[in-house]
T-cell receptor
Framework: TQLLKQSPQFLSIQEGENLTVYCNSS?????LQWYRQEPGEGPVLLVT?????EVKKLKRLTFQFGDARKDSSLHITAAQTGDTGLYLC??????????FGAGTRLTVKP | GAGVSQSPSNKVTEKGKDVELRCDPI?????LYWYRQSLGQGLEFLIY????????KSGLPSDRFSAERTGGSVSTLTIQRTQQEDSAVYLC????????????FGPGTRLTVT
């Protein structure tokens, strides 16, 4: 059973389009992280959100943590081919360990 | 400074053999995680070490899997009597502590069981 459900599982878009991917859970998290993983490499942290309702922007990427701290979204504006990768969300519980979702595999076509 | 390193980078083994995978975390990081990632899939949590506390082994899929962390640094993941379904990339990550601190991942060990 996946504690964190990510959707969509796969997403293929054209360069320049906008997109949103989601991370949902029935559990409350003390914090939530988004990572991006490229083929043959380990995941790399993009952002950490800790406050319900928090919105963080990282250039063309906008991250939102739900008010109830159970879900999160990642919005990419004007996607580029370099955004291609596996986007993983990870939630920390009160025991301070992290659990990952299955990821959204994004392909941005030129 | 040096990142998380893992060895070997690739391992091919015959079904039924034992394998050991090694992880060298970043110096000073007290938390260490092992994950398994099957082709095209997300990360499956295996085990978590935090300082001197008892490890969280709740993700280990069977008693053929075990891990230890010596001296609070290097960790070894051992898989006994390997099966074909054990084939995957095994990723190790470390962080300053648990919780919402950034996890730094190694490049992984690709295990193929034939």
């Amino acid at each position: 059973t996946q504690l964190l459900k990510q959707s969509p599982q796969f997403l293929s878009i054209q360069e320049g389009e906008n997109l949103t991917v989601y991370c949902n859970s029935s559990s409350v998290f003390s914090s939530l992280q988004w990572y991006r993983q490229e083929p043959g490499e380990g995941p790399v942290l993009l952002v950490t959100v800790v406050t319900g309702g928090e919105v963080k922007k990282l250039k063309r990427l906008t991250f939102q943590f739900g008010d109830a701290r159970k879900d999160s979204s990642l919005h990419i504006t004007a996607a580029q081919t370099g955004d291609t990768g596996l986007y993983l969300c990870a939630g920390a519980n009160n025991n301070n360990d992290m659990r990952f979702g299955a990821g959204t595999r994004l392909t941005v076509k030129p | 400074g040096a990142g998380v390193s893992q060895s070997p980078s690739n391992k091919v083994t015959e079904k039924g053999k034992d394998v050991e995978l090694r992880c060298d975390p970043i110096s000073g990081h007290t938390a260490l995680y092992w994950y398994r990632q099957s082709l095209g899939q997300g990360l499956e949590f295996l085990i978590y070490f935090q300082g001197n506390s008892a490890p969280d082994k709740s993700g280990l899929p069977s008693d053929r899997f075990s891990a230890e962390r010596t001296g609070g640094s290097v960790s070894t993941l051992t898989i006994q009597r390997t099966q074909q379904e054990d084939s995957a990339v095994y990723l190790c990550a470390s962080s300053f502590t648990g919780g919402n601190y950034e996890q730094y991942f190694g490049p992984g060990t690709r295990l193929t069981v034939t």
